[in-house]
């Protein structure tokens, strides 16, 4: 859908300003549903004045991720007033081939949230199949806007426990969550270190690994990015598929989401080798694993958010350090941010960091040791993205924080793992909700991955 | 484990955060049930597994070591509280 749409801008059959007047005028509309915290008015002078084989290629940017002159606060009240001097390396890498940028997209505060509600009213993003339910989150206005719009569209996303798939699938659109490194995190406000990965979300499966091909690579500005210049090529005559038995389970799948998968997996066994493979440690403890160690980078991470060299600010006069800090911090926060915070840095105090972070940490490298075994015997890990379709706010309204952490319960054991994945829709009637299926392949493999997707989506 | 209000306050301190009677008593409740659920942890058997802080593991390949350009001064632009070219802060 991209490339020719780019084509077509390319033969003069497409006028670029008029496409771009179009796109904003619907984003405009769009609003309403909460998809962006800031647009970009610009937006047709932007396109008259690039240039590159991307000239006509209009994306949008998850909050987190800095856009150079754009508000960039990534969800939080905090970072109001933040306007970054330079763009994030991803974004340079589009712009400098001739991209323009739409605006920045809703999120749930600094990426806390698998629903997109943990920020402003305005910014909660509905989901455009049924605005009574989320859009899923944390990159919850990318998925949203991808799956509300008529136009070709690439999203920049960001995951950290599922942050790209878990609002892909709820969505009905693709996305990509890279290896981990092999796009460059510089200029992506942190939520957890090792482990964010920001990612494209789009229409079709070619649209994401254009736009991956573009802005993978080791960036010297990130000394944890890296990407092989010559990937390792396992030539193979047919991929194997493994999908994971504690994940096609009717007590932990909604009846809906076990049924669709089922189908699925018939329709892949039809043409591909497909075997039972078990991740049952990873089920087991991946949430908590997650939890300790986002929630205690998380608590050191935002630390630096004390209202004094960027965002959100208050008369300084006649305050001590600590109370000006705690202040502004507990005035800004959303509850789930303070939630989180207090969790981590619960887990990392004296006492307990033993028995909880550096247990979590060697845990880790026990639940990569049991994926390590299963792609022994498979090239491609299949499980449904998610446990059930997108929930409806007041249904998420009855979930305690603990129940909300796992809607990401498929999704966190790749993303700690740092392994790539890709969440497709799976057609469904239109009357029902989207739901997508997770394909995982080994690091760096996001070429097997898109083979694996391509040879599959055809099937489904 | 035991998680009461006095934790919380402890944590909240270290964590700059002020927390009123109504937080305290519902971060409580939320510690309770999340902690319990994270302290399932200690059923996993370990033996020598060392504690993984990225993966893919990777060796940083740091850039050489020569001078250039630094930000200055820019990031000072966009704040209110400044004098002089200074942060201006409260007190220690």
Not at chain 1, 104 to 113: A, N
Not at chain 1, 208 to 223: A, M
Not at chain 2, 68 to 86: C, F, H, T, V, W
């Amino acid at each position: 859908m991209i490339k020719q749409h780019l084509e077509q801008i390319k033969q003069g059959e497409k006028n670029p300003v008029e496409f771009a007047e179009q796109v904003l005028q619907e984003a405009k509309e769009a609003q309403q549903h909460g998809y962006f915290t800031y647009l970009n008015q610009n937006l047709t002078k932007d396109i008259k004045k690039t240039q590159g084989e991307l000239k006509g290629l209009i994306v949008s940017v998850k909050d987190a991720i800095w856009v150079k002159g754009m508000p960039s606060q990534a969800g939080s009240r905090i970072l109001d007033n933040f306007i970054p001097f330079e763009d994030a390396s991803l974004i340079k890498k589009l712009r400098q081939k001739g991209a323009v940028f739409l605006g920045k997209t809703s999120q749930d505060e600094f990426g806390y949230g698998s629903f997109g509600i943990n920020t402003r009213k305005e910014w909660i993003a509905k989901n455009p199949k049924n605005y009574e339910k989320t859009c899923g989150g944390s990159s919850s206005g990318s998925a949203g806007y991808t799956a509300y719009t008529k136009y070709p569209h690439i999203s920049i996303g960001e995951s950290t426990g599922g942050s790209i798939a878990c609002p892909s699938s709820f969505c009905g659109v693709v996305g990509l969550t890279p290896t981990y490194g092999a796009v460059s995190r510089y200029g992506v406000i942190d939520l957890a270190n090792s482990l964010d990965k920001p990612g494209p979300i789009g229409k079709t499966i070619d649209d994401v690994f254009f736009i991956f091909d573009l802005i993978k690579g080791t960036d010297e500005k990130d000394s944890t990015s890296y990407y092989p210049s010559k990937p390792k090529q396992e030539s193979k005559n047919e991929l194997k598929f493994g999908f994971v038995s504690e994940l096609f389970n009717p007590d932990v799948l909604s009846k809906e989401v076990y049924s669709e998968f089922k189908r699925a997996l018939k329709k892949i066994e039809s043409k591909f080798q497909v075997e039972e493979i078990s991740l049952k440690e990873n089920i087991e403890y991946g949430v908590s694993v997650y939890g300790i160690l986002s929630m205690s980078e998380t608590s050191t991470n935002l630390a630096k958010y004390s209202g004094l060299r960027y965002g959100k600010e208050m008369p300084p006069e006649n305050k001590t350090y600590n109370k000006y800090f705690s202040e502004i911090r507990t005035k800004e926060f959303e509850e789930e941010t303070k939630r989180r915070l207090l969790l981590g840095t619960f887990a990392r105090m004296s006492g307990y960091r033993d028995a909880f972070y550096l247990r979590a940490a060697r845990a880790r490298t026990k639940l990569f040791k049991e994926y390590s075994k299963a792609f022994k015997s498979v090239d491609i890990i299949l499980n449904p993205a998610t446990p059930y379709t997108a929930p409806s706010f007041e249904e998420i309204k009855t979930m305690s924080p603990l129940k909300q952490y796992f809607a990401d319960l498929c999704l966190v054991p790749a993303n700690l793992a740092g392994l790539p994945h890709l969440s497709i829709p799976l057609p469904r009637e239109e009357d029902k909700m989207p739901q997508g299926i997770l394909l995982t392949a080994k690091h760096y493999s996001e070429q097997e991955l898109y083979l694996a997707g391509k040879n599959i989506e055809g099937l489904l | 484990m035991e998680i009461d209000k006095k934790i919380i306050e402890i944590v909240a301190k270290n964590a700059r955060l002020e927390l009123n009677n109504s937080e305290k008593e519902k971060f409580s409740q939320d510690f309770k049930e999340i902690i319990s659920y994270f302290s399932k942890l200690e059923n996993m058997q370990l033996t020598d597994e060392k504690p993984s802080f990225h993966l893919p593991k990777l060796s940083p390949k740091y850039r050489e070591d020569i001078p250039s350009q630094p930000l200055g001064r820019k990031a000072l632009l966009l704040i209110k509280n400044k004098e002089d070219g200074y942060y201006k802060g409260p007190g220690v």
